[in-house]
Structure formats: C-alpha cells, structure tokens
C-alpha cells in the first residue's frame, strides 16, 4: 500500500464532561472541532440547569 493512503488514526479521548469535550474541540481540527464544541456547550448548559433546579428544590423546600 502506498504511503499516505490510509486516514490517520484518530485520537482516543478518555476524558467526559464539558471540559473534556472543549479539550478535545481544542485539539481536533475542522467540523470535528465544531460538533465538540457545540456538544460542550450543551452539557455545560446541562449542567448548569441541574444545579439551578437543585438549588431551587433546595430554597423551596
């Protein structure tokens, strides 16, 4: 097989949560990187909302 005609091998991303999503948006370039960062941003969005619910249960309670 010729040199160059296989994809490179993309990277194994062990990390979870916003963070770890924006990380891997960082390093990966392209629409790649878009999609990343856009699924970081919504389980930033995510995790933001459940904490202001819980905090709500908590203040109602």
């Known amino acids: ?3 160059g005609s296989q994809p490179p091998p993309e990277k194994a991303y062990q990390v979870s949560g916003a963070r770890g999503s924006a990380q891997a948006a960082a390093e990966m370039p392209g629409m790649a990187s ?18 202001i619910a819980a905090e709500v249960k908590q203040w109602a309670a």
């Open 1 to 3: 097989m010729a040199m």
């Open 34 to 51: 878009v999609a990343l960062r856009q699924h970081a941003l919504q389980v930033a969005r995510r995790t933001v909302d459940q904490r």
